[in-house]
């Protein structure tokens, strides 16, 4: 059997729900655990956070992308199409760079930087 689970939540009318809301539910089964400790509770509880904005912003990015996908060339060469593209760029930025790490929207700054980054010290182990 070859299942898909899409990322994104794009259309929450399916039974299947995006990859990022099933990690929020479980995460969220961590925070409301009584048999969670504090640490483990606090560290599930910055993960979530850090989730939810990489879904908040691939989300802009599909948003983007479908702004610019039915523009022609002449279209996609002008200054608005640019602006669109430039959003598109950043926001796949902050999602993968890790800037919900910063803990500062408006200030970028790269995942492996943050040592305290709680999705970098998962990796890690």
């Known amino acids: 059997m070859n299942a898909r689970i899409a990322l994104l939540d ?6 299947v729900r ?3 809301y099933t990690i929020d539910l479980h995460l969220n089964g961590v925070i ?12 599930a509880s910055q993960i979530d956070t850090a989730i939810k904005n990489v879904d908040v912003w691939l989300a802009n990015v599909r948003k ?4 610019l996908e039915p523009l022609s060339l002449q279209q996609l060469l002008q200054p608005a ?12 930025l902050y999602a993968f760079a890790g800037f919900f790490c910063a803990g500062r929207p408006g200030r970028r700054a790269e ?4 040592p305290y980054c709680p999705l970098r010290s998962l990796l890690r182990g």
Do not use: E, H, K, W
């Open 81 to 92: 199409a640019l602006a669109i593209l430039n959003d598109m760029a950043n926001q796949a």
């Open 32 to 43: 409301q655990s009584p048999g969670a400790t504090p640490d483990q509770r606090s560290f």
């Open 18 to 20: 995006g990859f990022l």
């Open 64 to 67: 983007d992308a479908q702004q």
């Open 111 to 114: 995942a492996s930087s943050r």
């Open 10 to 15: 794009v259309n929450p009318q399916l039974q």
